[in-house]
């Protein structure tokens, strides 16, 4: 991949230029960057002021590595870290400067980065030290198992990139994209390798932990049998999504159903499901979320049958994912991809006139339009649609919860909707590795063999497919648990970050009432082992 300014790039190779340039002109001049700390630069300082009696009295922690790459990442690392400082732990933030993960910047105005963000993170000492991947010195040789790791997030990454699952080797922009991938990955891997080996941290805090840098120093760190802690953000405001050991964007949950499987179902927990399924049903955003799960409001099992002219055989329901979502990335099982399911699928059913195949597209395509459509999918593989198979596109005015009324099975990937159509005690076959398959209220086939011997048993008896009382109670059971115990408590989201900090400043947050509510999530994000309250 060329460089975006060849004249830069000489620059950047001599000694002292970057630094000179930063110090005489560029060092007080607006950034025109889309890398831009300047906002972090200037609220640090009397953050750092807030902190450091709470530092001073804090019982002595645990020995934190924090690494963020992308600059918005970065700001919420930085506060982040001051609050586990606050708490008594010794933190280390690893940065890496960069705000394109899919282009290339020349060496001077990497260099320029590195001394920014030196600059926008200075108060933060000596509560928190910094340091600069790019300024670090890398190994010279990688294990093969982390250059096995480098090929696979390499090529999730330009997967996530493209929005699409077919990266093409022989197009020349495909493939400049996953060499870019493998090289930055490669350099984050060797530096990441010395820096924890060196440093010997108690435990490895990295946001997402699947793709990207952020994918690589979370598999570095477990290599060498560090503790890694990854977090993401679901839609909730005051919300977090942890995980120990793994990728949070794999969304494990064993130990969640070992803990709390047994505790009862009540009236609550069933009000509280409803509640949040009826706003869906609803297109009502729900609870701290200004998301929209649906853009239309349920219009009712009849009105939907008429619009689809849905007759009265069989209705299976495909729900589809956005493609190139990291939710979705390495969750193939016998698809070598969520193309190829789909398109098998619907080749398959193209035969099956006895019954009604509706395709449901994920709404969430309209957010991203740059990514390749599931309708697109579906015609390429049937470019003549048989008459019943009805494609649902994300802009239609058809309601996903009237969906799941009118069908008798249900096909997913790792969409919740799957869950979903459990609770409504359809048959519903799993094809990807998601967080509900294997909870006993789905079908999970493992083979191409099997998931077409299971489509051939289910549709020959639906009735006798449809799930016992015990298995919808379970499935409403592992809703609640998904939905309102995975997340934890935690003041600060990614998106909205700085309205965020204005509602709960770090001495708030560090305050009694901000331990009252965030005390255990911080101790979670550190290793601790996860508990519940009652």
Not at 177 to 201: C, V, W
Not at 232 to 239: G, K, L, S, V
Not at 289 to 317: C, F, H
Not at 343 to 361: C, E, G, P, S
């Amino acid at each position: 991949m060329p460089k975006s300014n060849p004249l830069r790039e000489i620059l950047g190779d001599l000694p002292f230029t970057a630094e000179i340039d930063w110090m005489l002109r560029s060092k007080n001049r607006p950034r025109r960057d889309h890398f831009n700390l300047d906002r972090l630069q200037k609220s640090l300082p009397a953050s750092v002021e807030a902190v450091k009696p709470f530092a001073k009295n804090a019982p002595r922690g645990k020995k934190v590595l924090f690494f963020a790459t992308l600059h918005y990442w970065i700001e919420q690392s930085a506060y982040l870290g001051l609050a586990l400082a606050g708490l008594g732990h010794d933190v280390t933030l690893l940065t890496l400067p960069y705000s394109e993960w899919h282009k290339e910047k020349d060496k001077f105005t990497q260099r320029q980065r590195i001394l920014h963000t030196k600059d926008a993170l200075a108060s933060l000492s000596p509560l928190v030290k910094h340091a600069s991947m790019l300024d670090l010195k890398p190994v010279v040789e990688l294990p093969e198992r982390i250059q096995a790791d480098i090929k696979e997030i390499s090529l999730w990454d330009a997967q996530y990139t493209l929005m699409r699952e077919e990266v093409d080797m022989n197009n020349p922009s495909d493939r400049a994209l996953y060499e870019l991938r493998i090289e930055r990955n490669t350099f984050a891997a060797k530096t990441a390798l010395q820096f924890i080996q060196d440093e010997k941290p108690d435990v490895v805090l990295i946001p997402n932990g699947l793709i990207l840098e952020l994918g690589i120093v979370f598999r570095v760190a477990r290599y060498l049998g560090i503790d890694a802690v990854t977090y993401e953000f679901n839609d909730q405001r005051e919300q977090i999504w942890l995980a120990q050991n793994s990728s949070i964007m794999r969304q494990e949950t064993d130990y969640l159903v070992e803990a709390r499987y047994s505790q009862p179902m009540t009236d609550e927990i069933y009000e509280r499901v409803a509640d949040l399924e009826n706003a869906r049903r609803g297109a009502r955003v729900w609870g701290k979320s200004k998301r929209l799960w649906q853009y239309v409001s349920s219009q009712g099992a009849a009105e939907t049958r008429k619009m689809l002219n849905l007759d009265d055989r069989p209705i299976v329901m495909l729900a589809a994912n956005v493609l190139g979502d990291s939710l979705t990335l390495g969750r193939d099982i016998f698809a070598s991809s969520m193309t190829e399911w789909i398109t098998k699928t619907v080749q398959y059913f193209a035969k099956r006139t006895d019954v009604q195949l509706v395709i449901r597209v994920h709404p969430g395509e309209k957010l991203v339009p740059q990514a390749k459509s599931m309708g697109t999918v579906v015609k390429e593989a049937l470019p003549e649609l048989p008459s019943h198979i009805h494609v649902i596109g994300a802009l239609d005015k058809i309601n996903t919860y009237d969906l799941i009324e009118i069908a008798n099975v249900g096909l997913a990937y790792t969409t919740t909707v799957g869950l979903e159509t459990a609770m409504n005690g359809r048959p519903v076959i799993s094809c990807g590795q998601t967080h509900y398959r294997g909870r006993g209220i789905t079908l999970d086939p493992s083979t191409w063999d099997e998931y077409y011997a299971t489509l051939e048993k289910v549709l020959s008896d639906i009735p006798a497919h449809q799930m016992n009382e015990k298995q919808i109670e379970f499935a409403w059971n592992y809703a609640y648990r998904f939905f309102f115990e995975y997340p934890r408590p935690f003041p600060w989201r990614l998106m909205n970050f700085w309205d965020d900090l204005e509602v709960w400043p770090l001495e708030k947050v560090l305050s009694e009432e901000g331990m009252t509510q965030f005390k255990d999530t911080f101790g979670f994000l550190v290793g601790e082992p996860f508990t519940w309250k009652n």
